[in-house]
Each structure stands twice: as structure tokens, then as C-alpha cells.
């Protein structure tokens, strides 16, 4: 009897410990209220990340419109980049690892089109090691790969700062 209990004993004061010191699951943003109406602009350069946005958005119950005209508040993605630095350094019989970051910049316009947050920037970074011989760039498949990655990891960082004190602040 003791046997069985002993691991959902520690399993429960495992979920316990972790509850008591604030950790919630990786995606769960308290989104505000003051953005539940929403239009996303971006630039033809962003729109898949756009559409990675707004199915995420989905997710938190966001209604997301076709025109600024219909929600009190747009999200204007402004700009993108990927930028790859090389931190190592070695031979070409030598692996050599990457530094591979992806930004998005943003603000909040009210209904009028004045500026209301921003412009602010969400940004991550990851590393990718190229195999000697290899020539890396922002078209490669490696590369590439990290981007779709790190475009997930930024959508949640800008969710991050949506639903901040400063923002929600800012918006009145």
C-alpha cells in the first residue's frame, strides 16, 4: 500500500512546490481585456508570420478583424529581420556555431492611427552550428529551420509584452 501512494505523494507535493511558486505552463499569457478586438496590419514580408499570430491569438479568444475601422485597436507589425553572426571560429575541418536572432517590431495604433504603444521590438535568438564545409546564410534549410522556431518563441514574447503592466497602462 505504501508503495503505490509514495509516488503520487511526491507527485502531488511536486505540483504543489511548483503551483506555490508561480510557474505556469509555457503559453498561457493572461491576455487584456483592452485587446480582445483586435486588426493586425503587417507588410506582404511579414504576413507568415502574421497568420502564425493570429492562429495563436485565436487560441486566447482574441476576435481579430478585417479592417482598423472595426476594432478599437491595431496591431501594426512594422518590420522583421534575421540576423546570423558567426561565434566561433574555426577551420574548415571544424564545426562552427551561429548566433541566429529573429526580431519583429511592433506598436499599438488607436482607431484614429495615432500611436498609442511602440514602436517596440519582440526578439529571440538560438544558436546553429554549421558542419565544416558548409556555408550558412539566411536561405539555407538550417537556417530557415531556426527562423520557424524562433517565430513561435517571438509571437509568445509579444504576447508577453501585450498583456504587461506597461502596456495596459499605456492603453488607458
Given amino acids: 500500500m505504501i508503495k503505490k501512494t509514495l509516488p503520487i505523494s511526491f507527485l502531488a507535493i ?15 499569457v493572461n491576455y487584456p481585456d483592452a485587446l480582445k478586438t483586435l486588426y493586425i496590419q503587417s507588410t506582404p514580408q511579414l504576413n507568415a508570420f502574421a497568420n502564425r499570430l493570429k492562429a495563436t491569438l485565436g487560441m486566447y479568444h482574441v476576435t481579430l478583424v478585417n479592417s482598423s475601422k472595426n476594432a478599437p485597436l491595431t496591431l501594426d507589425l512594422m518590420s522583421d529581420s534575421l540576423t546570423l ?3 566561433t571560429v574555426g577551420s574548415s575541418q571544424e564545426t562552427r556555431d551561429y548566433s541566429v536572432t529573429y526580431t ?6 488607436n482607431q484614429a492611427g495615432k500611436t498609442l504603444v ?9 544558436t546553429v552550428t554549421a558542419q565544416p ?11 530557415a529551420g531556426a527562423k520557424r522556431t524562433l517565430e513561435q518563441k517571438v509571437i509568445y514574447k509579444l504576447l508577453l509584452q501585450l498583456s504587461s503592466k506597461n502596456t495596459l497602462k499605456a492603453l488607458g
Avoid: K, W
Avoid at 511536486?14 to 498561457?28: D, E, P, Y
Avoid at 564545409?133 to 537556417?143: A, G, K, S
Fill in 118 to 126: 511602440g514602436p517596440r521590438a519582440a526578439s529571440d535568438q538560438s
Fill in 85 to 87: 553572426n558567426q561565434i
Fill in 14 to 28: 511536486g505540483l504543489f512546490m511548483l503551483s506555490a511558486c508561480g510557474f505556469h505552463l509555457r503559453g498561457t
Fill in 104 to 109: 519583429v517590431n511592433y506598436r499599438i495604433l
Fill in 133 to 143: 564545409n558548409e556555408v550558412l546564410d539566411n536561405n539555407t534549410p538550417r537556417v
